[in-house]
Structure formats: C-alpha cells, structure tokens
C-alpha cells in the first residue's frame, strides 16, 4: 500500500466533499460563511474523516455512504479548534500554520464561525442514508455523545480545570479520553454503521478507536515537547507553559513513547478479527505513531 498516495486521495475526497457541503464564501451574510470555510480549509491533516472512511472500507462498505458523517466529524473538529484558540480557553494565535479566527475575524465571528460549524455538522450528518442496522437517529446520537457534554466538553471542562494543578494518571486519561479519544473512536463507529456493521464488528472497531484516540494525544503530548511551531502548524511547548499535565511531564518522555507503542499495539490487536481487510486502518496507526507533526 502506498500511504502518502492513499492519505491524499482520501483528503481530496474529503476536501471536495467538505466543499460541497459548506454554503459558498459568497452566501449572505458572508463574513460567517468566509470564516467557517478559512478554519476548515486552513490545512488540517482531515485525521477523523479519512479514519470514518477507513472504518468503512475495512467492512467493505461504500466510501460515499461514509462522507456526510466524515465531513460532519471534521465540521465538529474544527469548531473545538476555533473555539479552544479563543483569548477564553487556550488562547492561540496560530493553527493550522495560520492566525487562528479570532485574529482574522475577531472573536465574535470567531465564536460564531463555531458555533455554526457545529450546528452544520447535524445538518450534513442527516444527508446520511440509514442502515438496516441503524437509523438516522441512531446516527445523529452518535454524534452528539461525541460532542457533547459527556465526551468532547468534558474533557475541555477538565483540562481547564486542571491547568495548574497536581492531577492524578487517572484524572489525564480522563481528559485525554474525552478531549480527544471519543471523536476519534466516533469517527470510526460511524464509518463502522454507515457499512451497517455487525454489533461484533462495531465492539471490536471502537476498541480499536478508542486506544488509537488515545495513542494519538499522547503523541501530541509529545510533540508538543519535541517539535517547532513551525513543523506543527501550532504553537509548540503550550502545555508545559500553561503547566498542563501530559504524559511526557507525568512519566518522562522515554514511557510516554513506551505507552504510545503500548496503545498503538493495543489498538492494532483489536484489528484482527478483519484480516487482511483491515490494511487501511493499521496503516493509519502505523502511520500516527511515527508521524512528526
Ligand atoms: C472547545 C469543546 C471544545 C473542545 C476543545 C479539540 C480540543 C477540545 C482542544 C484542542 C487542543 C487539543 C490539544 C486537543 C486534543 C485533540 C487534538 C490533538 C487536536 C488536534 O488534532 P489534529 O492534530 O489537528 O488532528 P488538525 O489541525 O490536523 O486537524
């Protein structure tokens, strides 16, 4: 398999559905429009939907019945992107290689460009087609746990929480498992139900989601330590000026690269059921596991 060929087709895919799905730049009233589409065509890897899209190819199912939820999860994404740069949250000037929103449309717009991403997402999400085994409204549920409340805020709630402060292992899983593992293990259930997955399937591709969420943030925590602004596209060493924990700063960085591997191996097993179909998807954890930005 030729990784960088199948990751840029797949992000073409993407990219074109994303196009078609966001109201044009020149749609009134324009300014929100421009801004939603400047966040998410700024240059993001477009991680979640190409793993939505995996899922579903690893089912044999069909690649355009996974591209509403795949472009909805990537709308959600950059929302808690524009919304976490915000002067409120984390304050960043820089994202995906360029100014944040609030630094070009200013922070009103910005908090509504977010806003209207999110609200999108169920909009494009819904052009979805059912499946024998689930319904739209399972689909749209799906979702909103992702995002909500219970999942992606909270694990916002508690990193903001616990900036500053002496927190547990158990209190970072819990922030990295929200904040960061539950879109990823939903962007892959929901590749997973658009191939109308088998409830055995399903368990198994959410194990595996979830430890690949996992495995993906602690890499982030590390690059934030090992990497430049310049290579991220983001402002490097973040973390440790807002003195969050992270795994390099809980354990060192030799065991929070030893807990990476562990959880990439761990997300890997639980790929074994598929066989050879599940090529994609462990080309994809190979791939997050070596990646430098
Ligand atoms: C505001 C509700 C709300 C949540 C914000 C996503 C998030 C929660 C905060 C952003 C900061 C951060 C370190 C989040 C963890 C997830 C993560 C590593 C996001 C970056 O994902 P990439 O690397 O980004 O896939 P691109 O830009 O490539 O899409």
Same mark, same amino acid.
């Given at each position: 398999?030729?990784?960088?060929?199948?990751?840029?087709?797949?992000?073409?895919?993407?990219?074109?559905?994303?196009?078609?799905?966001?109201?044009?730049?020149?749609t009134?009233?324009?300014?929100?429009?421009?801004?939603?589409?400047?966040?998410?065509?700024a240059?993001?890897k477009?991680?979640?939907?190409?793993?939505?899209?995996?899922?579903?190819?690893?089912?044999?199912?069909?690649?355009?019945?996974?591209?509403?939820?795949?472009?909805?999860?990537?709308?959600?994404?950059?929302?808690?992107?524009?919304?976490?740069?915000?002067?409120?949250?984390?304050n960043?000037?820089f994202?995906r290689?360029?100014?944040?929103?609030h630094?070009?449309y200013?922070?009103?717009i *910005?908090?509504?460009?977010?806003?209207?991403? @999110?609200?999108? +997402?169920? $909009?494009?999400a819904a #052009?979805?087609?059912?499946?024998? !085994?689930?319904?739209?409204?399972?689909?749209?549920?799906?979702?909103?746990?992702?995002?909500?409340s219970?999942?992606?805020?909270?694990?916002?709630?508690?990193?903001?929480?616990?900036?500053?402060?002496?927190?547990?292992?158990?209190d970072?899983?819990?922030?990295?498992?929200?904040?960061?593992?539950?879109?990823?293990?939903?962007?892959?259930r929901?590749?997973?139900?658009?191939?109308?997955?088998?409830?055995?399937?399903?368990k198994?591709?959410?194990?595996?989601?979830?430890?690949?969420?996992?495995?993906?943030?602690?890499?982030?925590?590390?690059l934030?330590?090992?990497?430049?602004?310049?290579?991220?596209?983001?402002?490097?060493?973040k973390?440790?000026?807002?003195?969050? *924990?992270?795994?390099?700063?809980l354990?060192g @960085?030799?065991? +929070?690269? $030893?807990?990476?591997? #562990?959880?990439?191996?761990?997300? !890997?097993?639980a790929?074994?059921?598929?066989?050879?179909d599940?090529a994609?998807?462990?080309?994809?954890?190979?791939f997050?596991?070596?990646?430098?930005?």
């Open positions: 398999m030729n990784f960088s060929r199948y990751w840029s087709v797949r992000q073409k895919q993407v990219d074109a559905a994303l196009d078609h799905f966001l109201p044009s730049a020149n009134r009233p324009k300014t929100i429009h421009q801004a939603m589409r400047y966040s998410i065509f240059g993001g477009r991680l979640r939907p190409i793993i939505c899209l995996a899922a579903a190819e690893v089912l044999r199912g069909k690649i355009d019945a996974a591209l509403p939820q795949a472009c909805a999860v990537e709308c959600i994404h950059t929302y808690s992107l524009i919304h976490d740069d915000l002067p409120c949250m984390d960043d000037d994202r290689g360029k100014p944040t929103s630094k070009v200013g922070e009103g *910005a908090v509504l460009a977010g806003d209207a991403l @999110l609200t999108i +997402a169920f $909009e494009i #052009r979805c087609k059912s499946q024998p !085994r689930y319904s739209h409204a399972e689909i749209v549920r799906e979702i909103a746990t992702a995002a909500g219970q999942a992606l805020v909270a694990g916002q709630v508690a990193d903001l929480e616990g900036e500053g402060k002496k927190i547990t292992p158990a970072l899983r819990y922030i990295h498992e929200n904040k960061t593992a539950a879109l990823i293990a939903s962007s892959i929901l590749g997973a139900m658009s191939a109308n997955a088998t409830p055995k399937q399903l198994q591709l959410t194990e595996f989601g979830q430890s690949l969420g996992l495995a993906f943030q602690v890499i982030d925590d590390i934030d330590v090992t990497q430049t602004t310049e290579k991220l596209g983001k402002s490097a060493g973390d440790l000026k807002a003195q969050k *924990a992270t795994y390099p700063a354990l @960085l030799e065991k +929070a690269r $030893e807990e990476a591997d #562990r959880l990439t191996r761990k997300a !890997r097993a790929l074994k059921p598929f066989g050879k599940a994609p998807l462990e080309a994809i954890a190979d997050l596991l070596k990646r430098e930005s």
